[in-house]
């Protein structure tokens, strides 16, 4: 199960992803917000991020304006590694190397058929782990013990 949810500079962004995800039969879960709402990005974050560390869903993706506040605020939120994208290498290597559970975009800044191409490769590509892969995720993981 994919997560997905943004805040409204995310809106017209998601239905583009969900168009994706319905054609490719990807269960997924919106937790909105929806046309015509106001909603902050850290709430958004929040309600996503927690059914990422729940368990209730794999993988989820955040769109808000330019990406970058709902991937500032999925990060507060112990067990998530977020990743605020807009090119091809960084979200492939975010799952590569940095085990990366969430994907962020801005809706402002990525087009829709690029956005496309960043959430297929973050969900079918696997990390890498290994032995300095795995030590270096520990160690982003042991920050939120500090
Ligand atoms: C909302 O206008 C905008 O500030 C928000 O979507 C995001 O870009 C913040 O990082």
Same mark, same amino acid.
Request: proline share 0%; glycine share 10%; with cysteine.
């Given at each position: 199960m994919i997560g997905i949810g943004?805040?409204?500079a995310g809106v017209e962004l998601k239905k583009e992803i969900i168009r994706y995800f319905e054609e490719?039969?990807?269960a997924y879960t919106d937790y909105g917000? =929806?046309?015509g709402e106001k909603c902050d990005y850290p709430d958004a974050a929040k309600t996503v991020c927690e059914k990422v560390v729940d368990g209730t869903c794999e993988r989820a993706i955040l769109i808000c304006g330019?990406?970058?506040g709902i991937s500032i605020s999925a990060n507060k939120i112990h067990g998530i590694r977020a990743a605020c994208c807009s090119d091809? =290498?960084?979200a492939k290597y975010?799952?590569?190397?940095n085990d990366a559970n969430v994907l962020c975009m801005g809706g402002r800044v990525v087009g829709a058929g690029?956005?496309?191409e960043l959430v297929n490769v973050f969900l079918n590509t696997e990390f890498e782990g290994g032995g300095r892969h795995s030590a270096r995720v520990a160690k982003i993981m042991a920050l939120e013990e500090d």
């Open positions: 943004n805040d409204h490719n039969g990807i917000c =929806y046309e330019t990406g970058v091809y =290498y960084s975010t799952r590569l190397h690029l956005a496309v």
